[in-house]
């Protein structure tokens, strides 16, 4: 696995692949996936990837982090979008 021991990409990878074929908007970085919609289907798409994580593995850790804005989408894109703009000024 890159020659580091350490590395769990392998193990994430199945539950990385439930968020990919959930169709929600998502973007996984080097230590998280984020997965953007309602919060029902997100939670879903969540129980789903940590339930695949249990099939193999005695324990799943989780981080959750939420940022609720009511009747705003593509925030995903949008905020890194911002950041860029700034960037170039």
Same mark, same amino acid.
């Given at each position: 696995?890159? @020659?580091?021991? =350490?590395? !769990?990409? /392998?193990? +994430?990878?199945? %539950?990385?692949? &439930?968020? $990919?074929?959930?169709?929600?908007?998502?973007?996984?970085?080097?230590?998280?996936?984020?997965?953007? @919609?309602?919060? =029902?289907? !997100?939670? /879903?798409? +969540?129980?789903? %990837?940590?339930? &695949?994580? $249990?099939?193999?593995?005695?324990?799943?850790?989780?981080?959750?982090?939420?940022?609720?804005?009511?009747?705003?989408?593509?925030?995903?894109? /949008?905020? +890194?979008?911002?950041?860029?703009?700034?960037?170039?000024?």
């Amino acid at each position: 696995m890159g @020659g580091d021991s =350490d590395s !769990v990409g /392998a193990a +994430v990878a199945p %539950a990385v692949r &439930v968020v $990919l074929e959930s169709g929600l908007p998502n973007e996984t970085t080097s230590m998280f996936t984020t997965v953007e @919609g309602e919060w =029902d289907e !997100v939670m /879903a798409v +969540v129980k789903r %990837a940590t339930d &695949v994580l $249990l099939k193999e593995f005695p324990r799943a850790s989780l981080v959750l982090k939420a940022d609720i804005r009511p009747a705003r989408s593509g925030q995903l894109r /949008a905020k +890194v979008e911002t950041v860029e703009h700034y960037l170039t000024e």
